[in-house]
């Protein structure tokens, strides 16, 4: 994941990190005039989805405190590379 570069290489990934709770991803903001860095949350404590049968995991970033995904969807990482290109949009 590192070194990816998302819209138009504005945001590029440079570093993810694992913490007991989640796993955290930094992206450096190549178009702001300081340094500039978002990062997004992926929760490693799971909520079993009894009606996906699969598990569930949540997304924290600005503006969207509420983005879940399911371990199945996550198993491809083009859908990884979809999430995070979707929750920079508007950063």
Not at 60 to 86: L, R, W
């Amino acid at each position: 994941m590192k070194g990816y570069e998302f819209w138009n290489g504005r945001f590029v990934c440079t570093d993810v990190v694992e913490t007991a709770t989640n796993y955290r991803f930094q992206f450096e903001d190549t178009n702001s005039l300081s340094k500039r860095y978002v990062w997004i949350e992926v929760n490693r404590i799971g909520k079993w989805d009894v009606a996906g049968n699969s598990w569930s995991y949540k997304l924290n970033y600005m503006k969207c405190p509420t983005h879940i995904v399911s371990a199945k969807y996550f198993e491809d990482f083009n859908n990884v590379i979809e999430t995070m290109g979707m929750a920079l949009k508007n950063q």
